[in-house]
């Protein structure tokens, strides 16, 4: 066989053997059910949500996690979001979730106990430290962690408002960010040549 056609083969080949692994990259999964001013809502989980590490000027760390949802269906909201940090870098599997309550202060939720859950800023369109008005900051939350590791965290949320509405919010997020025109494009797969050459000068 020449060499120019053994050397497509061994691109295909290497092509091929690639393919799984790209698509089997996990994305960001999960949306928010419930009811929002009297209606039935479901509103996925926008894929520009991961979480990371952050490392303080002290050299110490924290877990940052990230989540923005699409509220379908609500005129002039364009997102529905979380920044929720956690203290240092837990690690733990879904046999042993952990809870947090959410409480009201003034104009935002806090945790009740700054120990797993370090903080907890919600985000809309607008900004941070923001809530959807009507019906404004729930009366009540609660973050379910069922597993934090390096590279994957997963869990919900649930706000309680006094309207009597209920969100409850899934999330399944990687440690990495996805463009939301990447969705079907293999994350971010192929496309590069992996450095292949068809120039048969030697």
């Given at each position: 066989?020449p060499?120019?056609?053994?050397r497509?083969v061994?691109?295909?080949l290497?092509?091929?053997?690639?393919?799984?692994?790209?698509h089997?990259?996990p994305k960001?999964t999960?949306e928010?059910?419930g009811t929002h001013?009297?209606?039935s809502?479901?509103?996925?989980?926008?894929l520009?949500?991961?979480h990371?590490?952050?490392i303080?000027?002290?050299l110490?760390?924290h877990?940052?996690?990230?989540?923005?949802y699409?509220?379908?269906?609500?005129?002039?909201?364009?997102?529905l979001?979380?920044?929720?940090?956690?203290?240092?870098?837990?690690q733990?599997?879904?046999s042993?979730?952990?809870?947090?309550?959410l409480?009201p202060?003034?104009?935002?939720l806090?945790?009740?106990?700054?120990?797993?859950?370090?903080?907890w800023e919600?985000t809309?369109?607008?900004g941070?430290?923001?809530?959807?008005?009507?019906?404004?900051?729930?009366?009540?939350?609660?973050?379910?962690?069922?597993?934090?590791?390096?590279?994957?965290?997963?869990?919900?949320?649930?706000y309680r408002?006094?309207d009597?509405?209920?969100?409850?919010?899934?999330?399944?997020?990687?440690?990495?960010?996805?463009?939301e025109?990447d969705q079907?494009?293999?994350?971010g797969?192929?496309?590069?040549?992996?450095?292949?050459?068809n120039d048969?000068?030697?």
């Open positions: 066989m060499r120019s056609s053994s497509v061994f691109a295909l290497t092509c091929t053997l690639l393919i799984p692994s790209c089997s990259t960001p999960g928010c059910t001013l009297g209606q809502v479901a509103w996925p989980l926008s520009s949500s991961h990371s590490t952050l303080n000027l002290d110490s760390a877990t940052r996690i990230q989540l923005n699409k509220p379908t269906g609500v005129p002039g909201l364009e997102s979001g979380v920044n929720l940090t956690l203290t240092g870098e837990p733990f599997e879904e042993v979730p952990r809870t947090v309550k409480l202060q003034q104009d935002r806090v945790p009740e106990e700054i120990s797993l859950v370090r903080s919600g809309t369109g607008g941070s430290n923001a809530y959807i008005t009507p019906p404004g900051v729930p009366v009540e939350g609660s973050v379910t962690l069922r597993r934090v590791t390096p590279d994957h965290a997963e869990g919900q949320f649930v408002y006094a009597g509405g209920v969100l409850t919010c899934t999330f399944d997020v990687p440690d990495r960010v996805y463009e025109d079907d494009s293999g994350g797969c192929g496309g590069g040549g992996g450095g292949y050459d048969d000068d030697d």
